[in-house]
């Protein structure tokens, strides 16, 4: 079996020997390591962290799970573990405004219905109650 590449911080996995045609494809990660495309749902499109990194060591039985890695709450936390992430406070001004971008991004959901409005009041005082703003 052909061995694993790396590609940056990705590790690009040989398709199974019976499927030695295929191609596997690794999403793409905006700046904050959150996959592109598909639906965004409201904890991605106004997130608190990364969501779906792969776990490190990068390697096959490691890229079957994921993490979810939260900001540091302010620029200088964030600034003292060298993280290239903004940090909560960078982002966001207050509760209020992350809890309006929830909605928002919940709104948008429920307009092309992939969201129920009742999902989505949960979603949002799930938003109000993040200990991130604690």
């Known amino acids: 079996m052909p061995m694993e590449q790396r590609i940056g911080d990705q590790t690009i996995l040989p398709p ?5 045609k295929a191609v596997i494809q690794v999403p793409v990660s905006d700046q904050d390591g959150n996959a592109f495309g598909g639906v965004r749902l409201p904890d991605v499109a106004a997130p608190l962290g990364t969501h779906a990194g792969q776990n490190p060591p990068l390697s096959f039985l490691c890229s079957l799970a994921a993490s979810y890695v939260p900001f540091a709450k302010t620029k200088q936390e964030r600034e003292t573990v060298n993280d290239g992430r903004l940090s909560i406070a960078e982002r966001y001004r207050d509760r209020n405004e992350y809890i309006n971008r929830v909605r928002v991004a919940g709104r948008e959901l ?20 993040a200990p991130a703003f604690k």
Do not use: F, K, Q, W
């Not at 429920?110 to 109650?129: G, K, N």
């Open 16 to 20: 199974p020997a019976y499927l030695g």
């Open 110 to 129: 429920v307009s092309v219905r992939l969201l129920l409005p009742e999902d989505l009041a949960i979603i949002v005082h799930s938003a109000a109650e």
